[in-house]
C-alpha cells in the first residue's frame, strides 16, 4: 500500500474480533518488508490506557494504523500527542471523522453503511476482495450479511470460485472470534499472524485446533447463561447474565435472531468487578450512544446495535432509560 511506503517500522492496534484480526491481517500482507508489530486493546476496552500509551511510545514506532477499533477523539490526540508517530484510521464505525490524524473512515466521510459492512471491506479497496476481506464482513453481520445487496453477490461470486460455503464462513468466524471469546489477547494477537499466513486457505482456518478447543468451553458457557430467565416486558426481553467470558455480543445477537420484533437487552454483570457491560438490539442506537457518553460511560456501536460500560451502581437507572427509549 502506497500510504506505507515511506515507512519501515510499525505498530497495528487492531479490534479482538474477527473483523479485527482479519482487517489486520489484510494490512499486514501489504507491508511486507517492514517490522510491523500487532497488539489489541484489552479485551472489552475501545480506548488505549496510558501505560499502553507508554509503552507504544517508547517502541519508537514511525507510524501507527488502528483498525476497526473506534476509539473516542480524544483518547486518538492524547495517543498522536504522546508518540512521533503518523497515525492512521480504517474503520466503518460511525464516528465524526477525525481530522488530525489520517481517519480512512467511510462512514464518516458520509458514504452508506450498507457499502461498508466491515473494515475488511474498507481495506478490500486498497487489497481487494480476499478470504480475509469476506470473513471480516460475515463476522460483523453475520446471516444478516445476505440481506446486503451490495456485498452478498461479491461474497457468492467469491464462494463460487472457492468452493466454500456460506457454512463455512460461519465456522471459520466463529473459530477466529473464539480467542477474545476466552480473553485471550495473545491469543488474538496471534491470530493476526495465523490467518495473514493462511489467508489462501480455508482448510487450515478451519482446522486450527486450539479455537476448536475454546469453541467447547464457549458453547457450554453460552447455554448456561442463555438458560436464564428472559424477562419481558412489552416489546423489550431483558436478560441477566453472569460470566467472565466476552460473549455478551454473541448472546445479544442470538436473542435477536430470534426475536426480530423485539428490542433484546443484555446485561453482564459478571466482566468486571465494578462495571457491567450492557448490549442492547433494535433500537436507534445511535440516541443509546449518545444518552451514555452524555453520563461519562464508554459506549459504542452500529447501525441498531449498542454496547455500553458503566458503573455497577449505575446500571438499573440506565437500564430504565434503555427501556423507555
Ligand atoms: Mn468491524
Not at 517502541?59 to 495517543?79: M, Q, S, T
Not at 472457492?162 to 471469546?181: A, E, G, N, P, W
Request: with cysteine; hydrophobic share 40%.
Amino acid at each position: 500500500m502506497e500510504l506505507f511506503d515511506s515507512y519501515s517500522k510499525g505498530l497495528i492496534v487492531h479490534h479482538w474480533d474477527t473483523d479485527g484480526i482479519c482487517s489486520a491481517g489484510m494490512l499486514l500482507s501489504e507491508l511486507k518488508g517492514k517490522e510491523v508489530d500487532n497488539i489489541s486493546p484489552g479485551i472489552g476496552n475501545y480506548y488505549l490506557t496510558k501505560g499502553e500509551i507508554e509503552i507504544i511510545k517508547d517502541r519508537g514506532y514511525e507510524f501507527i494504523a488502528i483498525v476497526d477499533v473506534c476509539i473516542p477523539k480524544e483518547n486518538i490526540l492524547k495517543l498522536k500527542n504522546s508518540v512521533n508517530s503518523k497515525i492512521f484510521i480504517f474503520d466503518h464505525h460511525l464516528q465524526e471523522n477525525i481530522k488530525e490524524v489520517e481517519h480512512m473512515n467511510p462512514v464518516s466521510e458520509g458514504k452508506s453503511q450498507e457499502s461498508f459492512p466491515s473494515t475488511s471491506w474498507v481495506l478490500s479497496q486498497w487489497v481487494g476482495v480476499n478470504l480475509l476481506a469476506i470473513l471480516g464482513a460475515v463476522g460483523d453481520k453475520e446471516g444478516w450479511i445476505k440481506e446486503n445487496e451490495l456485498i452478498y453477490p461479491e461474497i457468492e461470486k467469491f464462494m463460487g470460485a472457492h468452493s466454500v460455503d456460506f457454512k463455512q464462513l460461519l465456522r471459520m468466524v466463529k473459530l477466529i472470534d473464539s480467542s477474545h471469546k476466552v480473553m485471550d489477547k495473545e491469543g488474538v494477537e496471534s491470530a493476526v499472524r495465523f490467518v495473514t499466513e493462511n489467508r489462501n486457505s480455508p482448510e487450515k482456518i478451519l482446522g486450527h485446533q486450539p479455537w476448536h478447543q475454546n469453541s467447547k468451553r464457549i458453547r457450554t458457557e453460552i447455554d448456561r447463561q442463555m438458560s436464564n430467565e428472559i424477562i419481558e416486558d412489552g416489546n423489550v426481553l431483558l436478560l441477566n447474565i453472569l460470566t467472565p467470558l466476552n460473549i455478551i455480543s454473541t448472546i445479544t445477537r442470538k436473542l435477536a435472531w430470534k426475536n426480530p420484533q423485539k428490542m433484546v437487552v443484555v446485561v453482564n454483570r459478571g466482566f468486571f468487578w465494578n462495571r457491567n457491560q450492557i448490549y442492547v438490539r433494535g433500537i436507534k442506537a445511535q440516541r443509546l450512544i449518545k444518552i451514555a457518553r452524555e453520563r461519562g460511560y464508554s459506549a459504542g456501536g452500529k447501525r441498531g446495535v449498542a454496547g455500553v460500560v458503566l458503573p455497577n451502581t449505575k446500571t438499573d437507572d440506565f437500564l430504565s432509560i434503555v427501556k423507555n427509549i
